[in-house]
């Protein structure tokens, strides 16, 4: 009996671990009873009555029709009424965009063969030479410490953006745009926030949503034709207005209207919409030609048809139209990118205003979702990335040109244990902007993945700039030209808050439309229910029961055994790492559809437990996009360093989000027995190790080729420029006098030369022969050179009351 027992249990798991639900139930049933007979412990009536009830539930959950009847129906009606209630911009807004790589992390199974053999789109020649030609020029003329005293950028580099076509990036060729992948966009951002956060705010807008991108997905013909060559050349120069006072978060919830009227205009009666807003936050605003505008049609006279509110429309107004106040400037943390509020009074516009002509016609919130679920990945990651490599390649330079004690301040282990976030979290975050725009290249539109890479990175890079500033401490406190480090502090709350706030994001949206889109059959249930299909709610009830049975084998399994039992793609030597996250994505699916059977519909307020979840899905995500990127490349030692270093930090992040959501589940035997599943023997994940973190620092400090891996997307600034410029040029010389101070330190040791501070040691190293002529040049030199970069910007009283 027992080993019938045993037996059937082993079966039961086995077929339960690779996925075979109703054959692995039938399967060890029939085990359980053959062992049971066969020792003789029952008696023949209750073997058969047991017998007849295994087959019983065999019948009813084996054949469909039956199933369905006796439970699915029942199953059906109780579900009905704890899922929650989705309104029409909640489901356009959950419908929008694809899944990809989520889904496969939702799964509990990650396939990693679709991941590694993805081939993210490569720069073509052209986008190359654009990057190589423009940019780098442009990058040269960005000066932005003048831009901030400015207040704006030159009229040259205005001029320079238009004629180069900068604002006409994802505008396709034929319409005289340049037609750019996504990775290509999305690189030629991060070099420009390198040396200006402003520029590149000013290059993102016209790329990102609004008037250009609206239309090319969903203008009429004319209307292309029309405005696209015009936004191409920056003959238009366009905003989008969608957040007013009343509409941040929660956009849907926008007053300015639309009202359908008819005007006489020209002598001519002309059918229009009566415009009034209030919008503010708005990028490009004080300086555009070209407003596109978020707002609700209303048909009170019926002009059009039965129906009053006609939903949220989106339409181009020209600045010139009478009503239209625009041009004053809102001041996001002195980041002097134009910004400010627009007001429209009774502003009369034609109906041919509206985006998509008619058809456009409250499909204005359907429109703005769709292009946020792509455009999420693109800006504001590049943003960050561009944010991340800058910190790198600065701290890195600094923590070895600084000297206090005589050392410099990158051998502190205090300095090392920041140095090696900042490298490991630009690692990963470079890795993820490619992942997330190779998938838009790909042609999906990942919702999931954009929403995770914008929260994530712009989250990353305030994490990074944090850091970066306790390094250089007192120097990238003193604003000047000197400091570029404190602008992109300036630029940080800008990025964690346009494109939906992070903590919305993070809480509400990822989660949100995750367990829905990327779950392989809650949104089939949702939609089932909705259509009162029992067929379709049969089959995606089935499968999620098989699902949940199959990923709480797993995540036992797993947990037992210390991951060894997961797929591992062949010859990795990360492939401890792809077991981990296969383990923990069996967890994270489990937990999932258990908070979501536990709190039904309740579970959309609870935000700090699917805040948790969208934690552990980011994470995951991470971790893949590190991985992909170490496959990816050249496998050398800091690369190796970088992908440990990242994975293992997701990993324990991971972690702690899922002991998080355990320790606050409502119901709190279904989080004990749960823990007891999924965290068996304790939580075993730890942060990298100081060994770790100290390898990680030692190569961005020591390995040129390593830093500058690293940074690539960025732009350096020629040796003779205050900033970055100048402290690679010190950097230079001082890797270059290393030598030289090691032999005077070993003279020292020796009892050669007395001990004394390292500026007095160059001058006795000199006159007791322990160095050269040529030697001692090149100590003074990196001590000039290093001073030079050690220094701050002061400023006369008058100089200094002008300052912005
Ligand atoms: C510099 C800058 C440029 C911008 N450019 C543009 C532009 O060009 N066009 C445009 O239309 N808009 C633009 N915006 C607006 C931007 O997208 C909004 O600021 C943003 O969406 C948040 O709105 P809010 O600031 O009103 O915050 P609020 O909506 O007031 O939110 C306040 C806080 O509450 C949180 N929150 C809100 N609802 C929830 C919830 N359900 N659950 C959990 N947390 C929640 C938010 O995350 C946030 O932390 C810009 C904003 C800035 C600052």
Sequence with gaps: ?????????????????????????????????????????????????????????????????????????????????????LGETERIALEAGTVWWDAELFSGRPDWHKLLDFQPQKLTPEEQAFMDGPVEELCRRLDDWQINQLRDLPTSVWAFLKTNGFFGMII???????GFSAIAHSRVVTKISSRSVAAAVTVMVPNSLGPGELLLHYGTEEQKKFYLPRLAKGDEIPCFGLTGPEAGSDAAATQSTGIVEKRIVDGKEVLGLRLNWKKRYITLAPVSTLVGLAFRIKDPDHLLGDKEDLGISCALISRDLEGVEIGMRHDPMGVPFMNGPIVGKDVFAPMDCIIG????????WRMLMECLAAGRSISLPALSVGAAQMMTRICGAYA????????????????????????????MMTAMRTLTCGALDAG?????????????????????????????????????????LARAWDAVPI????????????????????AIRCHPFVQHEIASIAEKNLTRFDRALFGHINLLARNLTRAKLLAWTGSRLADKPRAEDTARYYQHLGRFSAAFELLSDVAMGTLGGSLKFREKISGRLADALAYMCLASAALKRYHDEGKTTANYNLVRWSVETCLYRIQEALLGILENLPMRPAAFWLSWVIFPLGARFRPPSDKLGARVARDILEDREARINLTEDIFVPPAGEVGLGALEAALDKAVRAIPVETKLRDAVRAGKLERAPGYMLDDMGLKAGVITAEEYKLLQEADAARNEVIAVDAFTPETFKTLH
């Design 444 to 484: 999906e539109k990942p919702a999931v993945m954009s929403a995770i890479a914008k929260a994530y990175l712009t989250d990353g890079m305030r994490e990074v700039v944090i850091d970066a500033m306790d390094i250089r401490a007192g120097a990238a406190i003193q604003k000047g030209p000197r400091n570029s």
């Design 172 to 178: 396709p060729k034929e319409y005289g745009g340049h």
């Design 495 to 514: 990025g964690i808050t346009v494109e939906g706030a992070n903590i919305l994001t993070r809480s509400m949206i990822i989660y949100g439309q995750g």
């Design 1 to 85: 009996m027992l080993i019938a027992f045993v037996l059937a249990l082993i079966v039961l798991s086995a077929l339960l671990f690779v996925g075979q639900g109703f054959f692995a139930w039938t399967a060890a049933a029939a085990i359980w009873l053959i062992g049971w007979r066969l020792t003789g412990i029952a008696s023949p009536l209750l073997f058969e009555s047991v017998t007849v009830v295994l087959i019983a539930l065999a019948a009813i959950f084996g054949l469909p029709p039956l199933r369905r009847v006796i439970v699915s129906r029942l199953a059906m009606k109780a579900m009905s009424k704890v899922l929650p209630r």
């Design 400 to 427: 070895t040109v600084r000297e206090q004690f005589d050392t410099p301040i990158g051998r502190f282990e205090g300095i090392e244990e920041p140095l090696a976030r900042i490298a490991g979290m630009t690692y």
């Design 357 to 364: 002509g008619t058809a456009g016609i409250g499909q204005g």
